[in-house]
Nanobody, 124 residues
Framework: QLQLVESGGGLVQPGGSLRLSCAAS????????IGWFRQAPGKEREGVSC????????YYADSVKGRFTISRDNAKNTVYLQMNNLTPGDTAVYYC?????????????????WGQGTQVTVSS
């Protein structure tokens, strides 16, 4: 069974950091592009960052550029999202998702497999 599991969320103060992990089971991530998405209360889910299967190509939403870094360790079958200088506006449930093709963009509809999400709360 193909499964993605996110971890690393929690409560952090403004200006703090968190590192989210997305671990795959039941399949190897080597051939999948991976995206991180988030959904805040009352808002639509939005693409935060995506990375190609090789890791050579990345995308960041304007709202997180310079603060978030996506990376992958195919040997560990895991993708990471390092989040620095967090603000209350980053509060959301964060999801990772996988798609088989490196083509296209960092959009929700293109991704086939989804994790259950991990809550990130930025508050003092």
């Amino acid at each position: 069974q193909l499964q993605l599991v996110e971890s690393g969320g929690g409560l952090v103060q403004p200006g703090g950091s968190l590192r989210l992990s997305c671990a795959a089971s039941g399949f190897t991530l080597d051939y999948y592009a991976i995206g991180w998405f988030r959904q805040a209360p009352g808002k639509e889910r939005e693409g935060v960052s995506c990375i190609s299967s090789s890791g050579d190509s990345t995308y960041y939403a304007d709202s997180v550029k310079g603060r978030f870094t996506i990376s992958r360790d195919n040997a560990k079958n895991t993708v990471y999202l390092q989040m620095n200088n967090l603000t209350p506006g980053d509060t959301a449930v964060y999801y990772c998702a996988a798609k088989i093709s490196d083509y296209g963009g960092c959009t929700e509809g293109e991704h086939d497999y989804w994790g259950q999400g991990t809550q990130v709360t930025v508050s003092s």
